[in-house]
Each structure stands twice: as structure tokens, then as C-alpha cells.
């Protein structure tokens, strides 16, 4: 299984801007997956995308692939206080489990 | 909604005690998983379970067991606990329909104290 190493390791702003976090991997994948993680909580699934797609949105979710760069970026548009949480990415290739890196503490301040 | 309960939100055991932590998922998912999460190392999984009574180690099993009698639970097992398994215990679920590399589901954890 391969890591995601996530990027910056800790984000801090206001409400209302918005919040970019990145993600680089080492080998080619099948997905990537992006997780949030609320102290001291269990990770919940945000989104998906396929090694064939280069973007994918969900509600204020924006997520890019560049698999020729071997990396992907959350942006998370007019950021509000409950977004403040830990978000881990989670490239997925062969048939090996998903592995998690150490994420990106995301601290949105009212 | 995938529902995944972990049995305690917060446990205290003894060096030396065995410990069972237990997770239950309510979606007839066939994967489970155990993770473990520790500040600045992230997370890292000690076994999974594709099927009943099926398990198979992950990147860090020593110190732990598993078992996996009914396909809804999964169970994980510290033998003779000790201080360094304080950590944060994550179980987690999957459909199974693509393989052990598809969207996990989440249990709300457990935090471990070993004294």
C-alpha cells in the first residue's frame, strides 16, 4: 500500500476564505480518497475520484487529480468554524488497503 | 446510513490485562478493519478481515489479535496490554464490492489508557 503525504500539515484562517490542501503520492493509482477527521472522532468519507477524472465537486468540496504531477488538492470554498478538523487523503492502487498519512489540521476561526 | 459502533469511548486498563475491543457494523459489510492512531504517526492498521473468521496482519500486528466470528463484528485483542498500546483504537467497514481498496466507514473510536 502507498501513503499520501498531505500538505501543509497545519492551515489556519478566517471564516469565509477558502481552504487549499494538497496531497502527493508515489506510484500510479486506481482512486484517491479524501477523509475528515473532527477531534478526537472517527474519519468520515468526503469524496472520491478516479484515476480518470481530474475534477470532482461536492458541495463546497472541490477536488483535483494530476496523476502525470502524482498529486491531488482539497479546496474547501467560504469556510465556516465547523470545518475545523483534520483531512487525510488516501491513494488507492492494486488490490492493497487503503493507507493514511498524518493529515492537514485545518483550523477555520470565526 | 452505515452505522459502525466501537463498544467504549474510553477505557482504562492495567499493564498486563487482555483487552477486548469490539466494533459492530450494521450494513453487512464484508471488510473490516483496525486501526490505531497515534500523534505524528497517523494512522496505522493492525489487522483486517475480508470474511468471517478470515484475517490478515497489517502494518503493525505485534502485540495484537483479532477475531471475526459473525460477519458484523470484529473484535480486537490485547493479550497482555501494555503502556504503549495507549493510543486511539479506529475500527472501520467496507461494502467488499470492489476489494479491500474502496470507501471506509468509520467507527467513532476508542481512546485507550494503559496504566
Known amino acids: 500500500s502507498q501513503q499520501g503525504e498531505e500538505d501543509p500539515q497545519a492551515l489556519s484562517i478566517q471564516e469565509g476564505e477558502n481552504a487549499t490542501m494538497n496531497c502527493s503520492y508515489k506510484t500510479s493509482i486506481n482512486n484517491l480518497q479524501w477523509y475528515r477527521q473532527n477531534s478526537g472522532r472517527g474519519l468520515v468519507h468526503l469524496i472520491l475520484?478516479?484515476?480518470?477524472?481530474r475534477e470532482k465537486h461536492s458541495g463546497r468540496l472541490r477536488v483535483t487529480l494530476d496523476t502525470s504531477k502524482k498529486s491531488s488538492s482539497l479546496l474547501i470554498t467560504a469556510s465556516r468554524a465547523a470545518d475545523t478538523a483534520s483531512y487525510f487523503c488516501a491513494p488507492n492502487s492494486g488490490y492493497s488497503t487503503l493507507t493514511f498519512g498524518k493529515g492537514t489540521m485545518l483550523l477555520v476561526s470565526p | 446510513d452505515v452505522k459502525v459502533t466501537q463498544s467504549s469511548r474510553y477505557l482504562v486498563k492495567r499493564t498486563g490485562e487482555k483487552v477486548f475491543l469490539e466494533c459492530v457494523q450494521d450494513m453487512d459489510h464484508e471488510n473490516m478493519f483496525w486501526y490505531r492512531q497515534d500523534p505524528g504517526l497517523g494512522l496505522r492498521l493492525i489487522y483486517f478481515s475480508y470474511d468471517v473468521k478470515m484475517k490478515e496482519k497489517g502494518d503493525i500486528p505485534e502485540g495484537y489479535s483479532v477475531s471475526r466470528e459473525k460477519k458484523e463484528r470484529f473484535s480486537l485483542i490485547l493479550e497482555s496490554a501494555s503502556t504503549n498500546q495507549t493510543s486511539m483504537y479506529l475500527c472501520?467497514?467496507?461494502?467488499?464490492?470492489?476489494?479491500?481498496?474502496?470507501?471506509?466507514?468509520f467507527g467513532p473510536g476508542t481512546r485507550l489508557l494503559v496504566l
Open positions: 472501520a467497514s467496507s461494502p467488499g464490492l470492489a476489494g479491500i481498496r474502496e470507501t471506509q466507514y
Open positions: 475520484i478516479r484515476s480518470n477524472e
